[in-house]
């Protein structure tokens, strides 16, 4: 079975902190994406890498930045924490495969920033 | 660009009952469609998915879907209703970018099952 971990399952961290969200994945897949998910607006991609050094911007990467230096792990970094990034955190991977490939979620992070 | 509508936040069926979740995308190409599952505190689950070929899809714990290319429609169906059923439900379309799968995701449909 894949299998996607992540750090914490809850963090509390307070208005300024730099915060490190860490995702391992253990299939040796290409792809890693880091999503938020607030209450009816569904995931939105915040980051994603299709390999060990390689990072792409996703749709909401404003205040984050992302660290991948091995294949099985992706890093997600709110340099400045802010309120508005209190969410869930969602990370995920998937092997190439033509385009076709299932993206495999971890059990995500709960983040609240007081 | 890509899109998903889920028609419906909340949902509300009876145990036994028909489910039924809405689900219509708009994509420039042929679309890759899938629909996860989310269980209070866990991550998403995949369902099912649709890339090619056959138009219903099975998946796990007895649902199903149905890709209807001139109605932009990938609804989500189980016949009877269980309680364990009851969680979130997302729908997403795929894109390709530099080689990577990226899923737009609708916003989500919570589905109640009621005694």
């Known amino acids: 079975d894949v299998k996607v971990t992540q750090s914490s399952r809850y963090l509390v961290k307070r208005t300024g902190e730099k915060v490190f969200l860490e995702c391992v994945q253990d299939?040796?897949?290409?792809?890693m994406f880091w999503y938020r998910q607030d209450p009816g607006l569904g995931l939105r991609l915040i980051y994603f890498s299709y390999d060990v050094k390689m990072k792409e911007k996703g749709d909401i990467p404003e205040g984050y930045s992302v660290s991948r230096e091995k294949k099985e792990r992706f890093s997600l970094i709110l340099e400045s924490a802010s309120t508005n990034q209190t969410s869930m955190y969602l990370c995920?991977?998937?092997?190439?495969?033509?385009?076709?490939?299932?993206?495999?979620f971890g059990p995500g992070t709960r983040l609240l920033v007081l | 660009a890509q899109s998903v509508t889920q028609l419906g936040s909340h949902v509300s069926v009876s145990e036994g009952a028909l489910v039924l979740l809405r689900c219509n995308y708009s994509?420039?190409?042929?679309?890759?469609l899938f629909w996860y599952v989310q269980y209070p505190n866990q991550g998403l689950q995949l369902l099912l998915k649709y890339t090619t070929g056959a138009t219903l899809v099975k998946g796990i714990n007895g649902f199903e879907a149905e890709f209807k290319k001139s109605e932009t429609s990938f609804h989500l169906t189980k016949p009877s209703a269980h309680m364990s059923d009851a969680a979130e439900y997302f729908c997403?379309?795929?894109?390709?970018?530099?080689?990577?799968?990226?899923?737009?995701f609708g916003q989500g449909t919570r589905l109640t099952i009621n005694p």
């Open positions: 995920a991977s998937s092997f190439v495969k033509g385009g076709r490939e299932t993206q495999y």
């Open positions: 299939m040796d897949h290409e792809n």
């Open positions: 997403a379309v795929s894109v390709i970018i530099q080689g990577a799968q990226k899923l737009v």
């Open positions: 994509s420039s190409v042929p679309p890759y």
